[in-house]
């Protein structure tokens, strides 16, 4: 039996893991009066970003500064998309942006401002990634193809050897090849890597081809016709250059660095080695988590652990609930994964694909 042929199970442990990290987390909520979903700061966050987008996007339309003008402000609009996904997108999508549902669907939603369907989106990463974290054949995250090799089970091809090179570049196109080609490839495979799409509705239909629409109107169409499509073109590069590497950097460096696990399914029970609270601790790894520049910036995602355990706790508890965790980890002999900055981490994004590009 193979990983691609069937959903791979946790085991089930009487001394749950899983379930002494809840009831502790349960209990500093309790005591300490506060809510599990997001606060002011986080709807003022939220607004300032959109807000932010919309005004630099009108004014590059209408107004059209010089080029010197025009692309640091491509530039800032490709970190507000990743923002925007990182801080109001992601937490509504996961259900804790609010106590609100319907102020959490809406925030869900601000994926559309982008062009991103979050129907595509909410199954590839919270059904699937956040279940089977770095699982070779079911994570779609780890599947980039033949391009590089991003697990020690998958095949190594002669160019991967030189992946910690190019990569950058890929990484780079994440958000153009979401954007014109995954969605669309998702939608008519009816597939997500090796897990069947769930059974769209007619208004999931018509939510994804009116996204698509609004999207080639408002992010090409528009401002080929007020800017020519000399001027759009640098301009769509750099925000979509700039966003697509932002975004894929900050998700890798939570899940592909040296430390972090690639379990295997043991394929004559069906099951993985470790229950779901341990699993999701040894594929995942934590990175700057003091800067709190760069935890306002990725929407506390430098705080991976904590998010793949707690996805539905707001990023704005992940600092006061990580102690918890780290304290939990110690008590069962867990290795709690964490680089101190942003660079360190990097860097061992880096020698994990050299490693993989070179040895099996």
């Known amino acids: 039996m193979s990983v691609n042929s069937f959903i791979p199970k946790f085991p089930v442990s009487g001394d749950s893991l899983h379930a002494e990290l809840k009831r502790r987390v349960q209990k500093y909520f309790e005591e300490n009066h506060l809510n ?130 190019y990569f950058w570049f890929l990484y780079m196109m994440l958000y153009v090849f979401w954007i014109f080609f995954t969605d669309y490839q998702k939608y008519f495979s009816r597939r997500i890597g090796s897990i069947p799409l769930k059974k769209m509705h007619v208004k999931d239909h018509l939510a994804f081809w009116a996204i698509k629409l609004y999207h080639g109107f408002v992010f090409i169409a528009l401002p080929i016709m007020l800017v020519g499509w000399v001027h759009w073109l640098f301009g769509f590069l750099t925000m979509s250059l700039v966003s697509g590497f932002i975004l894929s950097i900050v998700f890798q460096l939570a899940h592909t660095v040296e430390g972090t696990a690639f379990p295997v399914v043991n394929e004559t029970e069906g099951k993985l080695p470790d229950e779901f609270a341990a699993h999701q601790i040894k594929t995942t790894a934590n990175f700057a988590t003091r800067n709190k520049l760069v935890s306002w910036l990725v929407g506390g995602l430098n705080f991976q652990i904590e998010h793949h355990l707690f996805p539905k706790i707001s990023h704005v508890h992940y600092p006061a609930i990580s102690k918890i965790v780290r304290n939990v980890c110690k008590e069962y002999k867990l290795q709690y994964i964490e680089y101190p900055t942003v660079r360190r981490a990097i860097m061992a994004h880096v020698r994990f694909l050299k490693q993989m590009g070179r040895y099996d």
């Open 36 to 165: 599990a979903t997001g606060t002011i700061s986080l709807f003022t966050k939220a607004i300032l970003m959109i807000t932010g987008f919309i005004c630099i996007y009108i004014q590059l339309l209408v107004w059209t500064p010089a080029w010197y003008i025009a692309l640091p402000e491509c530039f800032i609009l490709g970190c507000l998309i990743a923002g925007i996904g990182f801080n109001v997108m992601h937490d509504g999508s996961h259900g804790s942006f609010s106590k609100h549902k319907w102020t959490n669907t809406l925030a869900a939603c601000s994926a559309n401002i982008v062009g991103a369907n979050h129907f595509m989106w909410n199954m590839k990463h919270n059904m699937i990634h956040h279940s089977f974290t770095n699982i070779d054949g079911v994570d779609d995250d780890i599947e980039i193809g033949f391009l590089m090799r991003m697990a020690p089970t998958q095949k190594r091809l002669w160019a991967h050897r030189f992946q910690h090179f």
